[in-house]
């Protein structure tokens, strides 16, 4: 490899195309940059093993699920709470028994880069899916809690695939036919319930987008409905929108009657 240039290694490691065998070589190639892409390259091998060992932890509830004779394991997660305005959003998933997402985790702690990416994957790759969408009208009739309640609850009923067994992050859902299980911060400890996760938020954001288009003035693009310091100016400039959530608490002083 000596007779090859810097420039030209560091391709054919961006390209995959470096073996093991290879890298031996480059360790007795006495060039700085060389050992500099050496080291590099070790730290993204480092960063992958870790990766491997995480994801297959967080197949530890799946596993136990399919030992017992339930194969078909769904993740249910929501997103969408604790803001302001908008609606709640929660997804079901059930994912193939092979499944393997490098990087895979809780979406509040990925870039949205890779949860936009995540979520293409996860619903090319799952065996079944579906997101529901509960309005912030529906939110003030039953409050928060209870509209998360059923849009889980209709995350499930529309799966095409029922499955046997279901993993749901922290909330209980006696109504459920099937056997099921709370996992407290299951969106980390969870594959199925880390892809659930990423449906409902990025499926969230966009929405919230959306709306955004029709009354920027919230900044709904950024703060995705959460009380940041710029939505409250919004309100105290202009009022509530048709999206707000009128029977939260800091919304119901910026009704006007």
Known sequence: MREKSIAVIRQ?????????EIVEQLKQDD????????????????????QITDFKEMCYFENEARNNGRELVAGVDEAGRGPLAGPVVAAS??????????????SKQLSEKDRDYFYAIIKEQAISYHIAVISNETIDQMNILEATKLAMYEAVRGLEKQPNHILIDAVQLPELKMSSEAIIKGDARSVSIAAASILAKVTRD??????????????????????TKKHLEGLQSYGISPYHRKSFAPIREFITY
């Open 12 to 20: 054919l490691f961006e390209n995959g195309e470096i073996t093991e």
């Open 31 to 50: 060039r700085k940059g060389v050992q500099a892409l050496v080291r590099k390259h070790a730290k993204l091998q480092e960063k992958k093993q870790q």
């Open 93 to 106: 998933v059930i994912l193939p028994q092979d499944f393997m997402l490098l990087g895979l985790n809780d």
């Open 206 to 227: 966009r929405l919230m987008k959306e709306i955004h288009n029709e009354f920027p003035m919230y900044d709904f693009n950024s703060n995705m409905g959460y009380g």
